[in-house]
C-alpha cells in the first residue's frame, strides 16, 4: 500500500482502484494509516463533524460502499475489518505500508535505512488529498525527511565526501522550504567547494518563501551568512514583493477548488496553457517562456494555511490565501520574488498577478452559479 504520492493499493501484485470519491479515498487513507479497530461513532464524528451521529454514520456506509465498489467487491476487501459497531485494518494483518516501512527505516538509524527511508518520501504523502489530517501529516513526514536528510549530510561530509554532502542538504531543503537552519547548511557546504553564487541563490529564494508565505524576513544568523559570502560584505536586493487582492462572489469552497487542482490552472492562470502533474507535486507550465516547459511545484502547505506555488527555476514564490466573507470570499495573492531575479521577472510577475486574479475569480463565480467554465 503506497501513501507517498497519490493513493495506491496492491492486493497479491494486482493493483485495485482508488475510489474516485476524495472522501473515500480519504476515510481509507486514515484507515491505513492508523491501523487496528475503531469505533464507527469515532470516524464518522472525524470526518463528518457538522453533522449529527446518524447522519455521520451514514455518511461513513455511503464513503464504504464506495471503497468496495472501487477496489471489487467484498472478497477484495477481507483485509478492512467493518462490524456494526468498529471498523479497521487489524493490527496483524500481514500488509507492507510505505509510510510504515519509512518510520521503521527511520528508527533503524543506519545510513543505509536512512537512505531507503528517503527513497520512499521522495513524493509527498497523499498528494491527491487536500483534507487538514492529511495537511497535517504531510508537514509532520515533510520535517521527518529533512531531518533524515541532514543527519546523512553530516556523516558524509564527515567522511569527505562534499558533493554528496551539498545534495543531501539540497534535498533537506526540497522538504523543508521554510528551515533556515537547513538553508544555511546548505549555504556553507557550497560556498565550502567554491560556489559562493549558488550559495546565495539559495539565500535568495528563502527569503523569497519567507517573504511570500510567512510575511517576515530571514534571521539575522542567515543575513549574516549572506553578508559573509558576499565580497567585501557588500548588500544585494532583497526579495520584492507583489500583492494583488480581489473579492469574489463565490463562496471559499469553490475557489479552493480551482486553486488545488493543479489541472485546472490552466482555466484562470494568465500565460499557462498546459499543465502535467506528476507524483511529486510538479507540473509543466507553458507561457512564460514559449515552448521552454518550466519546472513549478504546487504545494498544499498547512502552516501557509493556502496554496504555495514554487518555481523550480527562477525561485518565485505564489502563496494564495482565502478570508470567507458574508457573501463570498477575498482572494489574496502574494508573490516573492528573489533579489537577483526581480530585474527579469518582476514586472512579468505583477502582470500576471494583475490578469491571473480576476480570471480566477471569474471561474469561480461561474462554477457557483452552475455555467461551464469558459477558456
Known amino acids: ?69 472501487a477496489v471489487g467487491g467484498e472478497d477484495r476487501l477481507q483485509w478492512l475489518s467493518a462490524s456494526r459497531e468498529r471498523i479497521g485494518v487489524p493490527w496483524d494483518l500481514p500488509r507492507w505500508v510505505d509510510v510504515e516501512e519509512f518510520e521503521r527505516r527511520e528508527e533503524s538509524g543506519r545510513t543505509e535505512g536512512l537512505e531507503a527511508a528517503l527513497q520512499l518520501a521522495r ?27 541532514l543527519k546523512l549530510a553530516k556523516r558524509v561530509e564527515a567522511e569527505g565526501d562534499k ?13 523543508a522550504p521554510l528551515d533556515e537552519g537547513a538553508h544555511r547548511a546548505l549555504m556553507r557546504r557550497l560556498a565550502a567547494v567554491g560556489e559562493r553564487g549558488q550559495a546565495l541563490t ?9 517573504a511570500a508565505e510567512v510575511g517576515v524576513g530571514p534571521s539575522p544568523p542567515t543575513l549574516a551568512l549572506a553578508d559573509r559570502l558576499r565580497s567585501g560584505g557588500s548588500g544585494s536586493a532583497p526579495a520584492r514583493v507583489v500583492e494583488e487582492t480581489a473579492v469574489c462572489r ?20 494568465d500565460g499557462l496553457v498546459e499543465a502535467e502533474p506528476t507524483p511529486d507535486g510538479v507540473i509543466r507550465r507553458m507561457g512564460a517562456l514559449p515552448g521552454v516547459p518550466i519546472p513549478t511545484r504546487i504545494e498544499l502547505r498547512r502552516a501557509a494555511a493556502g496554496v504555495v506555488v514554487r518555481c523550480e527555476v527562477t525561485g518565485i514564490v505564489h502563496l494564495w490565501t482565502l478570508e470567507p466573507l458574508r457573501e463570498g470570499c477575498r482572494v489574496r495573492l502574494r508573490a516573492a520574488v528573489p ?3 526581480a530585474g ?29 467554465t469558459a477558456p
Open 344 to 372: 527579469a521577472w518582476l514586472e512579468h510577475q505583477r502582470g500576471e498577478a494583475r490578469a491571473s486574479l480576476p480570471r480566477l475569480v471569474r471561474a469561480a463565480e461561474r462554477a457557483a452559479a452552475g455555467a461551464p
Open 1 to 69: 500500500m503506497c501513501l507517498f504520492g497519490p493513493l495506491t493499493v496492491e492486493l497479491e501484485g494486482v493493483s485495485l482502484r482508488s475510489p474516485t470519491g476524495a472522501t473515500a479515498r480519504s476515510v481509507l487513507a486514515w484507515l491505513l494509516l492508523h491501523p487496528g479497530l475503531h469505533a464507527r461513532a469515532q470516524v464518522a464524528g472525524r470526518f463528518w463533524p457538522e453533522v449529527g451521529e446518524d447522519a455521520a454514520r451514514a455518511s461513513l456506509r455511503t464513503a464504504l460502499w464506495e471503497i468496495r465498489r
Open 163 to 175: 558533493a554528496a554532502a551539498i545534495e543531501w542538504s539540497r534535498r533537506a531543503v526540497r522538504h
Open 202 to 210: 539559495a539565500f535568495d529564494r528563502l527569503e523569497a518563501a519567507l
Open 339 to 341: 533579489g537577483q531575479e
Open 250 to 269: 463565490a463562496p471559499v469552497l469553490e475557489v479552493w477548488k480551482l486553486l488545488q487542482d493543479p489541472m485546472r490552472y490552466p482555466e484562470w492562470w
Open 123 to 149: 513524493w509527498p504523502l497523499l498528494s491527491d488529498l487536500v483534507d487538514d489530517w492529511v495537511l497535517q501529516r504531510r508537514d509532520d513526514l515533510h520535517d521527518r525527511a529533512a531531518a533524515i536528510a
